[in-house]
T-cell receptor
Framework: EAQVTQNPRYLITVTGKKLTVTCSQNMNHEYMSWYRQDPGLGLRQIYYSMNVEVTDKGDVPEGYKVSRKEKRNFPLILESPSPNQTSLYFC????????????FGQGTRLTVV | AQKITQTQPGMFVQEKEAVTLDCTYDTSDPSYGLFWYKQPSSGEMIFLIYQGSYDQQNATEGRYSLNFQKARKSANLVISASQLGDSAMYFCAMREGGDMRFGAGTRLTVKP
């Protein structure tokens, strides 16, 4: 089954404790992206990657890191999480061309206390 | 800068009626894609419909159609014959290259 898998689905952590949210897709998609969703703001792009070893900042990259060492994986790293990073996070993947839909993961609900 | 605007935070529609969800966008790039996604209360993002900037005809997918007015930079979603299961958040999005931006969303409630 074609899918994007995020882990964990839920995470409560403390300020400053480094964490990684994993994202994996099995569709051989070149394009992968991370978003955060906050009430009233919709989804905002954090980082995206057009291919292996190619990453670019989205609208809200501060406080986040990503890497793309393999085509299927695109982890999101919070080196020193803060309470303002409490949010719902989505990973998505698609083919490179504009006209293809993005497949989304199930989301990761992160709470930083 | 905000590039996608959805001006209706909430909408109500009677079951079996049609409803239009508004979306305007701003770009100077001639090549872009417009998308609509549905997010039910369970939280997943469901792709509904796509319109390319060079497409001459409005996109349609079953009960969904996209009213694309390029000169006005609008890409409104029309849902015909609303069903109770259509109650959800709806997001308009635009992709330019690798940038993908979403609107704030419209919460649609279908009344029986």
């Amino acid at each position: 089954e074609a899918q994007v898998t995020q882990n964990p689905r839920y995470l409560i952590t403390v300020t400053g404790k480094k964490l990684t949210v994993t994202c994996s897709q099995n569709m051989n998609h070149e394009y992968m992206s991370w978003y955060r969703q906050d009430p009233g703001l919709g989804l905002r792009q954090i980082y995206y990657s057009m291919n292996v070893e190619v990453t670019d900042k989205g609208d809200v990259p501060e406080g986040y890191k990503v890497s793309r060492k393999e085509k299927r994986n695109f982890p999101l790293i919070l080196e020193s999480p803060s309470p303002n990073q409490t949010s719902l996070y989505f990973c998505a993947s698609s083919l490179l061309s504009l006209g293809t839909e993005a497949f989304f993961g199930q989301g990761t609900r992160l709470t930083v206390v | 800068a905000q590039k996608i605007t959805q001006t209706q935070p909430g909408m109500f529609v009677q079951e079996k009626e049609a409803v239009t969800l508004d979306c305007t966008y701003d770009t100077s790039d001639p090549s872009y894609g417009l998308f609509w996604y549905k997010q039910p209360s369970s939280g997943e993002m469901i792709f509904l419909i796509y319109q390319g900037s060079y497409d001459q005809q409005n996109a349609t997918e079953g009960r969904y159609s996209l009213n694309f007015q390029k000169a006005r930079k609008s890409a409104n979603l029309v849902i015909s014959a609303s069903q109770l299961g259509d109650s959800a958040m709806y997001f308009c999005a635009m992709r330019e290259g690798g940038d993908m931006r979403f609107g704030a969303g419209t919460r649609l409630t279908v009344k029986p």
